[in-house]
């Protein structure tokens, strides 16, 4: 960890304190996104010092905090069956242990046969000794019925007055247990305890009952009720869901990309492990996918590539989040994977698999964690480009801690493109060397599926041609293209390897999340890669463009023979080319990576 990035001075205050922004699942129960305390110091190697243990001490808390999670009623009622069974082995075993009345009456016997045979003396006290053993088995029972009957009895004084004290012990170590989300003495903690208390008193009416030679009760408690069987579907061979997913791939109605494919065959897969492997596909219904909808919201984000969740089912991955403490899908990702189950669905209907579509009005009509992207503000930007990965950084694999390592990669380069070409991720993480070149005097880049590679674009309207902007040149851009081609490099940016899905940006995407938020320029999901984009549109507005004047710029314009294969005319490249050089980010001055890398 870069410690720096966790050390800040607050307004009006000469001290040093730590900070740490919360987690976004967490801000909610913290009803806060940052936590600051100080480091009672004005030194700041000192703050470096004190502040570790206080970062861990949060880090700490995160983990005990997401491991607590709502007890549902069927969580409190399997607790209170549990409770019932373990006491009642419990009083099973203490009657095993006991004395059966043969073995007392043995023990008498024997006693008597000394006593008759003059082994004991007249004296009282020998008289005693030898009768102790008889006594002591007697007593174990008697003690031991006397014992239920006056717990017994304060049970039900406890229940009459409200009271928990007898419990309270076991109820919080299993709401430590179990993670509950249920203060001591709130009205959830008092309700569990009750109930545990009921589920004790029906075991000690079975103890009694067995004590009278009667093993046929059961709990007449209605809070003391055992789990319900489940009978599953079990479908025909062909008819399951992930079956006839693959007929429905095969057939491929909508004639989508085979990587739309694989990603709704992964998630109609997560679907398929939740309702069980052999459910029939006929079966999907409303409360299915409702179910599954409710379970998505606890679902980690991108739960195939996480090597912890590696051989687990759906079920299973999201126990294992509580530990892991990912971030769950967002509720616009949840209508995305309701989405591709929906479409299956739509064509089991059309094939009389189904008679209506169970996914048609499940979607999540307001998604309440979508956080509506905006462009970096020029204190972001400076904050970006003075960071380490641009003006040197530790070692390569950690590019947010200060050093001397001086990055030129595209991690560095992809940034700054998009900054002043408003381009996508993919679309620049995809570009070829020769898609960098000159037309009439002026250097520009080619967004473009042509030339192999896999290249693809958002639509074909996508494609287009960008002059590169004269400060990208400041920057050394051309000298690092220009060294491309003398490395005889077929892809601008050599290195990039593509993610699980075949994507090139995947790697990236991923690497410029966490970047940004251990610079601390991203607190929540209102900036990403996207903000770049953004921030171009922005910037042709305050030069005095209207949208559907710079639109054809973004990629945002219909499909032409120009944007496929970049010939321009004349006039056109001209205009493009001033509306490029009309851009300007106030406030933002990138001198000093002139410096750096020079010409």
């Not at 502040?51 to 399997?78: M, S, Y």
């Not at 209102?526 to 054809?552: I, P």
Request: charged share 30%; proline share 4%; aromatic share 8%.
């Amino acid at each position: 960890m870069c410690l720096a990035t966790n050390i800040a001075r607050r307004a009006g205050s000469a001290s040093y304190y730590a900070r740490l922004a919360v987690p976004k699942d967490l801000q909610a129960i913290l009803k806060k996104r940052e936590l600051w305390k100080s480091l009672d110091t004005k030194d700041p190697r000192e703050a470096r010092a004190r502040v570790a243990p206080v970062l861990a001490k949060w880090h700490a808390d995160f983990v005990d905090l997401r491991r607590r999670r709502e007890a549902k009623p069927e969580d409190v009622q399997a607790a209170t069956w549990q409770h019932y069974q373990e006491e009642l082995a419990h009083y099973q075993v203490e009657r095993l242990s006991l004395p059966s009345e043969t073995q007392i009456e043995e023990a008498v016997q024997r006693v008597q046969r000394r006593i008759e045979a003059g082994d004991v003396g007249v004296a009282p006290l020998a008289f005693i000794d030898v009768a102790a053993d008889a006594l002591v088995l007697r007593g174990q029972s008697e003690l031991q019925r006397e014992f239920r009957a006056r717990r017994e009895k304060a049970i039900r004084k406890h229940l009459a007055a409200g009271e928990v004290g007898i419990i309270e012990g076991q109820a919080l170590d299993l709401v430590r247990r179990e993670g509950w989300a249920i203060e001591p003495g709130s009205a959830a903690f008092l309700d569990l305890c009750q109930k545990l208390q009921r589920a004790e008193l029906e075991a000690l009416r079975r103890q009694n009952e067995q004590d009278q030679g009667d093993f046929t009760g059961a709990p007449r408690d209605p809070a003391v009720k055992g789990p319900q069987p489940t009978l599953h579907a079990v479908a025909a061979p062909g008819e399951g869901v992930m079956e006839l997913f693959e007929v429905f791939a095969n057939e491929n109605p909508k004639n989508v990309k085979p990587d739309t494919i694989r990603m709704n065959r992964e998630i109609v897969g997560w679907f398929a492990q939740h309702v069980g492997r052999t459910f029939p596909a006929s079966k999907i219904d409303k409360k299915s996918v409702r179910e599954w909808k409710q379970a998505l919201t606890k679902f980690p984000i991108k739960a195939a590539e996480v090597r912890e969740f590696r051989g687990l089912s759906f079920k299973k991955i999201i126990t294992a989040n509580g530990d892991a403490r990912r971030p769950t899908l967002s509720d616009r990702t949840i209508n995305k994977y309701l989405s591709a189950l929906g479409a299956f669905c739509q064509w089991l209907m059309q094939n009389g698999h189904l008679e209506v579509n169970p996914v048609e009005g499940m979607q999540l009509g307001k998604e309440r964690n979508r956080s509506r992207v905006r462009p970096y503000t020029s204190e972001e930007l400076t904050r970006i480009f003075n960071s380490p990965l641009f003006t040197g950084c530790v070692a390569d694999d950690q590019a947010h801690c200060p050093g001397n390592v001086h990055l030129s990669d595209h991690r560095y380069w992809l940034p700054l493109l998009s900054l002043f070409t408003g381009a996508r991720m993919n679309e620049l993480a995809q570009l070829l060397v020769g898609d960098v070149r000159q037309d009439r005097g002026r250097w520009i880049i080619h967004v473009t599926r042509e030339g192999g590679d896999g290249k693809t674009t958002k639509t074909k309207g996508s494609q287009r041609v960008i002059p590169v902007h004269a400060e990208l040149a400041h920057l050394g851009f051309l000298s690092y293209h220009a060294k491309r081609i003398a490395a005889g490099d077929r892809r601008l940016f050599p290195e990039i390897e593509s993610d699980a899905r075949d994507h090139l940006s995947g790697h990236f995407s991923r690497f410029w999340g966490r970047y940004i938020a251990r610079i601390g320029v991203k607190k929540d999901a209102s900036v990403n890669f996207h903000s770049f984009r953004h921030g171009m549109a922005d910037a042709l507005r305050r030069a005095g463009y209207r949208d559907e004047e710079f639109g054809f710029l973004l990629g945002h314009t219909q499909a032409t023979t120009t944007g496929r294969y970049g010939i321009l005319s004349e006039g056109d490249l001209a205009q493009r080319c001033k509306m490029i050089d009309a851009v300007d980010f106030e406030g933002l001055d990138l001198s000093h990576l002139h410096k750096s890398l020079g010409q």
